[in-house]
């Protein structure tokens, strides 16, 4: 959804061409878009309905809102109004030679200008989508791409779809024209990647709009297919179904792009899962309005217990909305996994506390640290807090910035090694680079070793021992010596540092920790956390026990609540 500055001005405008909405109600306004042919100018009425209407029959269009400096004129109730180029092709692409067709679309049915408008139909949306008769997902006009294609080879491209699904069930289908040599299969398969490459798949808006209604349509320029077929050759290649079919799938196309396009929807409509995971699994999609990170998926969250965010808010500063939803969700998990995963990545939001998620991650690829799914995969095998529940409240006085927990210090680290970078060129051994690493780690800990470390740690557990557990995770009934492929060596180490602290306990932390920053164990998280001492203005540490996060740790030998003491402190997050 597009954010735009409110104006007196512009809500008077808009009230006089479209209908007004009973505030508070069920109503969402409509489009009917008259029949007419080729490039005649495309005329609409809006008009008012009620969801709860048992005889509302309408359309949906899914669509990307496209370059805001070019645009095109419709009339709406007889007044011009400007739309998006990318707009105008998709309506006059859906616009029908005989019959008036009936649709929903966000930029023309909702009052852009007018924030708690906006706010009352976002949380129809899910509504909105579930009661269309079908959703039309519009990916532009294929003659416009750069380089531009060929109706022919998009018709191939849905051909090859549709082929692959029906092979499964039919083994008599016949291969079709479109798809005879290999010269035109070679360039469906690349039409079909180049489909997945486009911007519609990356909205953050889509996927709630591609999971929630009974039917839909993928849409591209004059070309169109069921997306039932999508769905279908996605559930194919995930699954690795025989196909029998007289030519090599292999030979044209590698379908890791489209497999890549279909993954998130996929997953969000055939598996349940926490909303911490699925608000995590679109974090990277983009979004003109920061707020739409968390509110583009709330039309799938619906049976979720939200306290802070039960409605949507556009009027609220990304950064509220953000510590509410953060705090939220470690409300709904009971715990503290939502703290899981931070490497030391600084999203782009303002103001924000080092606890709270940042769901704008940064734009720099060369930034993004964060090793959320890793570390959650992880996250329950461990107890480090022994299993003592969560004590955790806000501090008073009207600062929803400041957490209150209960835990345990465990110890202040000592020596920082350098973290595993988690970029390599392609033709690298990401392998052989995280085993040079884990060498190089190696050579420090024996180093470190020669210096004044209390002993009592070194004694329980010796130097290699404890360099190999640490490595290895040490995850309960799992024996990692008899896995054969160096993948979960990757995971354990990529974007870690290796940490010795003072007293010798070894561990991984975020590639941002520093020595001098401190181990706690925070009951309600199964994990350990290094934790920073916050700062004066001036750079000085301040004495009390006000913290920052600096992100989650492994730490040989407390993982199982082996380090819980008695000596229990309440500290300060901000």
């Given at each position: 959804?597009l954010a735009l500055t409110?104006?007196?001005?512009?809500?008077?405008?808009?009230?006089?061409?479209?209908?007004?909405?009973?505030?508070?109600?069920?109503?969402?306004?409509?489009?009917?878009?008259?029949?007419?042919?080729?490039?005649?100018?495309?005329?609409?009425?809006?008009?008012?309905?009620?969801?709860?209407?048992?005889?509302?029959?309408?359309?949906?269009?899914?669509y990307v809102w496209g370059?805001?400096?070019?645009?095109?004129?419709?009339?709406?109730?007889?007044?011009?109004?400007?739309?998006?180029?990318?707009?105008?092709?998709?309506?006059?692409?859906?616009?029908?030679?005989?019959?008036?067709?009936?649709?929903?679309?966000?930029?023309?049915?909702?009052?852009?200008?007018?924030?708690?408008?906006?706010?009352?139909?976002?949380?129809?949306?899910?509504?909105?989508?579930?009661?269309?008769?079908?959703?039309?997902?519009?990916?532009?006009?294929?003659?416009?791409?750069?380089?531009?294609?060929?109706?022919?080879?998009?018709?191939?491209?849905?051909?090859?779809?549709?082929?692959?699904?029906?092979?499964?069930?039919?083994?008599?289908?016949?291969?079709?024209?479109?798809?005879?040599?290999?010269?035109?299969?070679?360039?469906?398969?690349?039409?079909?990647?180049?489909?997945?490459?486009?911007?519609?798949?990356?909205?953050?808006?889509?996927?709630?709009?591609?999971?929630?209604?009974?039917?839909?349509?993928?849409?591209?320029?004059?070309?169109?297919?069921?997306?039932?077929?999508?769905?279908?050759?996605?559930?194919?290649?995930?699954?690795?179904?025989?196909?029998?079919?007289?030519?090599?799938?292999?030979?044209?196309?590698?379908?890791?792009?489209?497999?890549?396009?279909m993954s998130t929807i996929?997953?969000?409509?055939?598996?349940?899962?926490?909303?911490?995971?699925?608000?995590?699994?679109?974090?990277?999609?983009?979004?003109?309005?920061?707020?739409?990170?968390?509110?583009?998926?709330?039309?799938?969250?619906?049976?979720?217990?939200?306290?802070?965010?039960?409605?949507?808010?556009?009027?609220?500063?990304?950064?509220?909305?953000?510590?509410?939803?953060?705090?939220?969700?470690?409300?709904?998990?009971?715990?503290?996994?939502?703290?899981?995963?931070?490497?030391?990545?600084?999203?782009?939001?303002?103001?924000?506390?080092?606890?709270?998620?940042?769901?704008?991650?940064?734009?720099?690829?060369?930034?993004?640290?964060?090793?959320?799914?890793?570390?959650?995969?992880?996250?329950?095998?461990?107890?480090?807090?022994?299993?003592?529940?969560?004590?955790?409240?806000?501090?008073?006085?009207?600062?929803?910035?400041?957490?209150?927990?209960?835990?345990?210090?465990?110890?202040?680290?000592?020596?920082?090694?350098?973290?595993?970078?988690?970029?390599?060129?392609?033709?690298?051994?990401?392998?052989?680079?995280?085993?040079?690493?884990?060498?190089?780690?190696?050579?420090?800990?024996?180093?470190?070793?020669?210096?004044?470390?209390?002993?009592?740690?070194?004694?329980?557990?010796?130097?290699?021992?404890?360099?190999?557990?640490?490595?290895?995770?040490?995850?309960?009934?799992?024996?990692?010596?008899?896995?054969?492929?160096?993948?979960?060596?990757?995971?354990?180490?990529?974007?870690?540092?290796?940490?010795?602290?003072?007293?010798?306990?070894?561990?991984?932390?975020?590639?941002?920790?520093?020595?001098?920053?401190?181990?706690?164990?925070?009951?309600?998280?199964?994990?350990?956390?290094?934790?920073?001492?916050?700062?004066?203005?001036?750079?000085?540490?301040?004495?009390?026990?006000?913290?920052?996060?600096?992100?989650?740790?492994?730490?040989?030998?407390?993982?199982?609540?082996?380090?819980?003491?008695?000596?229990?402190?309440?500290?300060?997050?901000?």
């Open positions: 959804m409110p104006t007196s001005a512009q809500n008077q405008a808009f009230l006089s061409r479209w209908p007004k909405l009973t505030p508070h109600s069920r109503q969402i306004r409509l489009l009917d878009i008259y029949p007419a042919t080729g490039n005649d100018v495309i005329e609409c009425k809006c008009h008012v309905e009620n969801l709860d209407d048992s005889n509302l029959e309408y359309e949906a269009l899914s370059n805001e400096t070019t645009k095109k004129m419709i009339k709406i109730n007889g007044f011009d109004e400007m739309i998006t180029d990318n707009l105008h092709d998709g309506l006059l692409q859906l616009r029908h030679q005989t019959n008036t067709l009936t649709i929903w679309v966000d930029a023309l049915c909702i009052n852009q200008q007018d924030g708690l408008e906006k706010t009352h139909q976002v949380d129809l949306m899910s509504k909105i989508y579930q009661r269309c008769k079908k959703c039309n997902f519009w990916l532009g006009n294929f003659a416009k791409y750069q380089p531009p294609l060929a109706a022919a080879d998009v018709q191939a491209s849905f051909d090859m779809v549709e082929f692959i699904c029906r092979v499964t069930e039919d083994v008599k289908t016949k291969v079709p024209q479109s798809l005879e040599t290999m010269e035109s299969r070679r360039v469906a398969a690349k039409t079909l990647n180049v489909l997945c490459t486009l911007s519609w798949w990356e909205r953050i808006w889509v996927v709630q709009e591609a999971v929630l209604p009974s039917c839909s349509r993928l849409i591209w320029g004059s070309i169109s297919i069921g997306w039932e077929w999508m769905e279908l050759i996605s559930d194919i290649l995930v699954q690795g179904k025989h196909l029998n079919i007289p030519f090599k799938l292999s030979e044209f196309w590698d379908p890791t792009l489209f497999r890549m396009g996929r997953i969000l409509r055939r598996i349940p899962e926490p909303a911490l995971d699925r608000l995590w699994r679109v974090r990277h999609r983009k979004a003109t309005n920061p707020l739409d990170k968390v509110y583009g998926l709330m039309g799938l969250l619906r049976h979720v217990p939200f306290s802070r965010m039960s409605s949507c808010d556009y009027t609220l500063n990304p950064s509220i909305l953000f510590k509410r939803a953060t705090l939220d969700l470690i409300d709904l998990e009971k715990g503290l996994r939502p703290l899981v995963g931070r490497r030391g990545e600084r999203g782009r939001t303002r103001d924000l506390p080092t606890w709270a998620i940042d769901w704008v991650p940064p734009e720099d690829e060369s930034e993004k640290f964060n090793r959320y799914w890793c570390h959650s995969w992880v996250y329950p095998y461990f107890q480090a807090d022994m299993g003592f529940p969560m004590r955790m409240f806000v501090s008073e006085g009207g600062s929803d910035s400041i957490l209150n927990f209960t835990g345990v210090f465990i110890d202040t680290v000592k020596i920082v090694g350098r973290p595993t970078d988690d970029r390599y060129p392609l033709e690298c051994d990401a392998n052989r680079v995280v085993q040079e690493q884990i060498a190089t780690w190696r050579g420090l800990l024996k180093c470190a070793v020669l210096e004044p470390l209390h002993s009592s740690v070194w004694t329980r557990y010796p130097l290699e021992e404890s360099f190999e557990g640490l490595i290895n995770g040490k995850f309960p009934a799992v024996d990692v010596s008899q896995i054969p492929e160096n993948g979960w060596k990757k995971d354990m180490c990529i974007g870690q540092t290796l940490l010795i602290t003072e007293m010798g306990y070894l561990g991984l932390g975020p590639r941002t920790l520093r020595s001098g920053d401190e181990i706690w164990i925070l009951f309600g998280g199964r994990i350990p956390f290094a934790l920073r001492r916050r700062e004066t203005s001036d750079g000085n540490l301040i004495i009390c026990n006000d913290f920052e996060l600096v992100g989650d740790a492994f730490v040989y030998g407390i993982m199982q609540g082996n380090a819980v003491s008695e000596d229990q402190r309440t500290i300060r997050l901000h």
